[in-house]
C-alpha cells in the first residue's frame, strides 16, 4: 500500500523519542546560537516522494499473528531509522510506564505525540492496558490504525492531530494550545510523553499541562521527558550563558529548567510525584493529579 504516497498532500510530523544522546536533526545547529525558529524537518520532503510498495520493515517475514515493524521512513520521522534505537526506546519507556500502572485492574494509557506505535507495540502485551495515542503525522497514525487495529481491536486507538507546527508540520490547521485531547475528563490512569514537551514552546506546554490535569484520574501519573539548560552547550556550543531564561531553544529542541518545568505543572494542578532520573537520553518527570477529598 502506498500509504505516505497517497497522504503526500497531508503530511503533518514530528520526531518522537530521540536516540540516546542524539536528537535527529539537531546536528543541524551544532556551532550556531539558538535560532528563533526551526527549519521544516527534512523528512518530510523525502517522504511526500516515497513511492514504496509497503510501509512495512522488507527485512522481515511476517506471520498473521504477528505485529509488523514500521519502514526505515516511518521510524525516521518519529524517532530515528536505526531498528535497535526504535525498539529499545519502546521497550525502555513501556517498561517505567509498567512501574506506575495500577495493579489488578484494566488500565487506560495516553500516548502523548505517539508516533509510528514505538511504545505501544510494547504495552500491546499486557492485556490490562487500553491505549489511546495521537500525533501530528498523519501517515504514523494510519499505519497504526492498520496495524494494531488487526491485532488488538478497540483496545488499541490512534487519533491524528492536525497541529500547527512550522517544523514538523507546516500546513498544520489547528492552533496546538487550543488541541483537546481525544479521552474524556478523568479517564486516564497515565498519560506518558516521550520526547514532546522537547518541542513544544511555553504556552503550548501550559496547554499540554492543562490538558492533562483535565484527563488524569484522581491520582493518576503523567511521565513526561525533558532537555534541561544544563544541555545547552550540548545542542547549541556556541550559545551564552542562559542567565535568567528559563526556557531555551525552539520545535527542533527545547530546553526548559526542571524546577521551572515543575512549577508549570503546579500552576494547573498536578504535583511532582517522583523523579526517575534519566531514560533515552532525556531527564524524566512524573507528575500526579492529587486525590480527591
Not at 535560532?35 to 527549519?39: G, I, L, N, S
Not at 518541542?199 to 490535569?213: C, G, I, R
Given at each position: 500500500?502506498?500509504?505516505?504516497?497517497?497522504?503526500?498532500?497531508?503530511l503533518?510530523?514530528?520526531?518522537g523519542?530521540?536516540l540516546?544522546d542524539?536528537?535527529?536533526?539537531?546536528?543541524d545547529?551544532a556551532g550556531?546560537?539558538v535560532?528563533?525558529?526551526?527549519?521544516p524537518a527534512h523528512?518530510l520532503?523525502?517522504?511526500?516522494?516515497?513511492e514504496?510498495?509497503d510501509?512495512?520493515?522488507?527485512?522481515?517475514?511476517?506471520?498473521?499473528?504477528?505485529?509488523?515493524?514500521?519502514?526505515?521512513?516511518?521510524?525516521a520521522?518519529?524517532?530515528?531509522?536505526?531498528?535497535?534505537?526504535?525498539?529499545y526506546?519502546?521497550?525502555?519507556?513501556?517498561t517505567?510506564?509498567?512501574?506506575y500502572?495500577?495493579?489488578?485492574?484494566?488500565v487506560?494509557?495516553?500516548?502523548?505525540?505517539c508516533g509510528?506505535?514505538?511504545?505501544a507495540?510494547s504495552?500491546?502485551?499486557?492485556p490490562?492496558v487500553?491505549y489511546v495515542?495521537?500525533?501530528?503525522?498523519?501517515?504514523?497514525i494510519?499505519w497504526?490504525?492498520?496495524e494494531f487495529?488487526?491485532?488488538?481491536?478497540?483496545?488499541?486507538r490512534?487519533?491524528h492531530?492536525?497541529?500547527?507546527?512550522?517544523?514538523y508540520?507546516?500546513?498544520?490547521?489547528v492552533?496546538i494550545?487550543?488541541?483537546?485531547f481525544?479521552?474524556e475528563?478523568?479517564?486516564?490512569?497515565l498519560?506518558?510523553?516521550?520526547s514532546?514537551?522537547?518541542?513544544?514552546?511555553?504556552?503550548?506546554?501550559?496547554?499540554?499541562?492543562?490538558?492533562?490535569?483535565r484527563?488524569l484520574k484522581?491520582?493518576?501519573?503523567?511521565?513526561?521527558?525533558i532537555?534541561?539548560?544544563?544541555?545547552?552547550q550540548?545542542?547549541f556550543?556556541?550559545?551564552?550563558?542562559?542567565?535568567d531564561?528559563?526556557?531555551?531553544?525552539?520545535?527542533?529542541v527545547?530546553?526548559?529548567?526542571?524546577?521551572?518545568?515543575?512549577?508549570l505543572a503546579?500552576?494547573?494542578?498536578l504535583?511532582?510525584?517522583?523523579?526517575?532520573?534519566r531514560?533515552?537520553?532525556?531527564e524524566v518527570?512524573?507528575?500526579?493529579?492529587?486525590?480527591?477529598?
Open positions: 500500500m502506498k500509504l505516505i504516497s497517497k497522504l503526500k498532500k497531508r503533518a510530523g514530528k520526531v523519542a530521540p540516546p542524539h536528537v535527529p536533526g539537531v546536528e545547529a550556531q546560537a535560532p528563533e525558529v526551526a527549519q523528512w520532503a523525502v517522504a511526500a516522494t516515497d514504496q510498495e510501509d512495512n520493515d522488507q527485512g522481515f517475514s511476517y506471520n498473521p499473528v504477528e505485529l509488523p515493524l514500521p519502514n526505515e521512513k516511518l521510524r520521522a518519529v524517532s530515528g531509522p536505526d531498528l535497535s534505537h526504535f525498539l526506546i519502546g521497550h525502555a519507556w513501556a517505567i510506564c509498567a512501574n500502572l495500577p495493579p489488578q485492574r484494566q487506560l494509557v495516553l500516548d502523548v505525540g509510528v506505535g514505538k511504545m507495540r504495552l500491546a502485551l499486557n490490562s487500553h495515542g495521537f500525533d501530528i503525522y498523519l501517515p504514523a494510519m497504526s490504525r492498520r487495529s488487526r491485532l488488538y481491536g478497540e483496545r488499541f490512534f487519533e492531530f492536525d497541529g500547527q507546527s512550522a517544523m508540520n507546516p500546513n498544520g490547521v492552533p494550545e487550543t488541541y483537546l481525544p479521552v475528563d478523568s479517564s486516564v490512569d498519560a506518558l510523553g516521550a514532546i514537551f522537547t518541542h513544544l514552546y511555553e504556552k503550548d506546554m501550559k496547554h499540554y499541562f492543562a490538558e492533562t490535569a484527563v484522581p491520582g493518576g501519573i503523567a511521565l513526561y521527558s532537555h534541561t539548560l544544563d544541555e545547552l550540548t545542542f556550543p556556541q550559545s551564552s550563558d542562559p542567565g531564561k528559563k526556557i531555551i531553544g525552539n520545535e527542533q527545547m530546553l526548559i529548567d526542571r524546577d521551572y518545568f515543575i512549577e503546579r500552576d494547573y494542578g504535583r511532582l510525584h517522583e523523579l526517575p532520573g531514560l533515552c537520553g532525556q518527570v512524573a507528575f500526579q493529579k492529587p486525590e480527591t477529598r
